[in-house]
């Protein structure tokens, strides 16, 4: 589920100037892979450039942007080693409270 407020703040961010409008079509593009049991979003930078018709570098400073104004992060699964990214629970969340709670853990745990 998307946030309504959170998505405004991004938009915001753009009037500022601290987002770009090609970075919201990212974050539209990768909630649009967000797997809905485990919020994980397995899409590498290069699938998401094609995907969008983006210079894979536009795409990748779009992702580095996000990742700055808290939106986006990027982990690497314990248990297989593949890197994969992550949405701020507050801007799109999937599943249950508990699971909720989770992910925002790893969110904010891959922060520090």
């Known amino acids: 589920m998307a946030h309504f407020e959170e998505l405004e703040r991004c938009v915001s961010l753009v009037g500022e100037r601290k987002l770009q409008p090609r970075d919201m079509a990212v974050l539209v593009a990768l909630m649009s892979h967000i797997n809905p049991v485990t919020g994980k979003v397995e899409v590498t ?36 080693g593949v890197p994969y990214y992550l949405l701020n629970p507050h801007v799109v969340s999937v599943g249950t409270g508990k699971e909720r709670g989770y992910l925002w853990k790893r969110f904010s745990d891959s922060l520090n």
């Open 45 to 80: 930078a290069k699938k998401l450039a094609e995907g969008l018709a983006m210079a894979y570098t536009d795409t990748v400073g779009s992702i580095t942007r996000l990742r700055k104004e808290l939106v986006v992060t990027r982990l690497v699964d314990d248990r297989s």
